[in-house]
Structure formats: C-alpha cells, structure tokens
C-alpha cells in the first residue's frame, strides 16, 4: 500500500513517506489527533519545540502502545538555540517533553537564530523579531556532534534554500538526510528538488495542502477533475502527486475523518501527475519577515 511506503535515506534509514503533523494544533486537541493517527496506520510523526504541544504528543505516543522502534518522530531545534552551546540542551528538553530516549530525525527549524533566552520570539527595539549573527553552519556542526550521543539518528534541516545548503555541504562534515520545506502544487520548489536530488538529500513536504489559504489548492479544476475521475478526495490528489515525487508528507489535521482520509492515498497515473505539473499557479503560504528566501 502506498501509504506503508518508506524511503530509504543515505543514512540507511527508512522514513515513512506518510506522516502526520503537528504544526498549528491546539494543545487540548493534538494528543487525541495524534492517537487517532496512530490507530489509523500513520508511524510517522512530526513534532517541534516551537509547536508548544510535544508533551501532548508524547501521552499519545505512550497511551499508544507501539514500541518506540516502529515509530518514526522528528522534531526540531528552534532559532533561539542556535548558539552552538545550547543545541545539546535544546535536544535533551525535547526528548524530555516528547517521553523518549532518542529521536530518529532532529531539523534545524530555519537558517535564522534568534537572541537566546526564554522567550520563544524575542522582539527588538523595532518590535521585529530579535535576530542575531550566530552561523546556521556553527549551529549543524553541533549538530553534528549529537550523531554520537545516540540520541538522534539522522539531522536535517528545514527552511533552507540552494544558498544555504551549499554553504552547509561545503563547510561541515554531514550531508542533511532531509530538507524540510513547504512544497505543494502551487508551490513546487522545482529547482530546489532538483538540487537535493542531485546531492542526496530527501525532502520532507509541510503545508502539502496549502495551509487552506487562497487560492485554495482544492478548489483547483485540474485536481477537483482528476479527484472526480478517481474518486479520491482533492487532498488524496494533492498528496499522491507529492508521493510520486519521493517527497514524504506531514498533512495535519484535527478531525477523525480527514485524518484517515489522509491517509488513504494512492498512485496517481502518468497522464494525471502530467496535468499537475503543468499547473501554472505559484504562491508561498509561509514567509515570516526575518527570513529571506
């Protein structure tokens, strides 16, 4: 079945295709979503310190029974941890929170640090967020080092483009086993698939269906036509195309119904991923102002 697939890293490291997010899920809401994502089949679960609910995600994963080396969990470093002292700590607070010993992919969140301290986003005089010099490249060869610790098995990143992915395979000593990054149909990211294909580097796809924000990827002609013919969901579309590129998904929702439905994905046909990709609408659902595409 499509949705059981893995894709095997350079690392050796097989990560399901298929998994489920937590980006935007309330507290009170994300330890049920997870459980009823984990009785319905997903093994892969997305998490980040940032996302203020890995505790919750932990109780499910917990309450859920499945031993810990059938399960695949990532989460990630945020920009006020970049100062290559404080990654250590970073990783240990989330395995805390998350009730586990390891993870099996730790993201650098964005190529961005924030001043460190307690607040999650710390405002300068100007009211905009507090940005400081540290070196995203400092910041992975720490990074780096945790490889040896046992307590993450592969590190990535999210959030980086060409220019800082070269600076990154150029200058420290691990490729990323994964890039992070929003991608969608209105949002392929063409070149920049291209280039982590060409350097081994697996992408993960966030916001695959567009985050809901206009123009609404679902209400495209092309995918409701090719839904309609196949009798799959527009989102089942829009994920599936994702699929056919090795790009593994972290669709996330709250609801039972379109969690599982999510879930249920399957293989486009060659005609159809053509239509798609001749879709000429382009728009980018996240692009915060401290960071520079």
Not at 11 to 16: V, W
Not at 89 to 107: C, M, R, T
Not at 150 to 157: E, L, M
Not at 238 to 253: F, G, H, T
Request: net charge neutral; with cysteine; glycine share 6%.
């Amino acid at each position: 079945m499509a949705n059981q697939r893995t894709f095997q890293l350079a690392s050796g490291s097989q990560i399901p295709l298929v998994g489920f997010g937590t980006w935007q899920s309330p507290k009170n809401e994300v330890r049920k979503a997870v459980e009823i994502a984990l009785k319905a089949g997903y093994r892969h679960i997305d998490c980040a310190y940032i996302y203020g609910n890995e505790e919750e995600v932990g109780e499910a994963i917990a309450a859920s029974g499945i031993p810990r080396e059938k399960l695949w969990i990532t989460s990630k470093l945020w920009n006020t941890f970049h100062d290559p002292a404080d990654v250590p700590s970073a990783l240990d607070l989330s395995l805390k929170k998350l009730g586990v010993d390891y993870l099996d992919l730790y993201l650098m969140h964005w190529p961005v640090a924030f001043k460190s301290g307690k607040e999650t986003f710390p405002k300068g005089d100007d009211g905009k967020a507090y940005v400081v010099d540290t070196d995203y490249v400092d910041t992975w060869k720490a990074m780096e080092k945790l490889l040896d610790t046992g307590k993450v098995k592969n590190i990535g990143v999210s959030n980086f483009q060409i220019q800082h992915l070269e600076r990154v395979l150029k200058e420290g000593s691990v490729t990323p086993a994964v890039l992070q990054v929003e991608t969608h149909v209105y949002h392929p990211q063409n070149e920049l698939y291209d280039f982590c294909k060409k350097h081994g580097i697996h992408i993960t796809a966030y916001s695959p269906l567009g985050s809901g924000s206009e123009p609404k990827l679902m209400d495209d002609p092309v995918i409701v036509e090719i839904a309609k013919k196949n009798n799959h969901t527009e989102a089942q579309v829009l994920l599936s195309w994702l699929l056919a590129r090795d790009i593994s998904i972290i669709p996330k929702s709250v609801t039972e119904k379109r969690i599982v439905s999510n879930f249920d994905v399957f293989e486009l046909s060659k005609e159809d991923i053509e239509k798609i990709n001749n879709i000429k609408t382009r728009k980018r659902v996240v692009s915060p102002d401290w960071m520079k595409w």
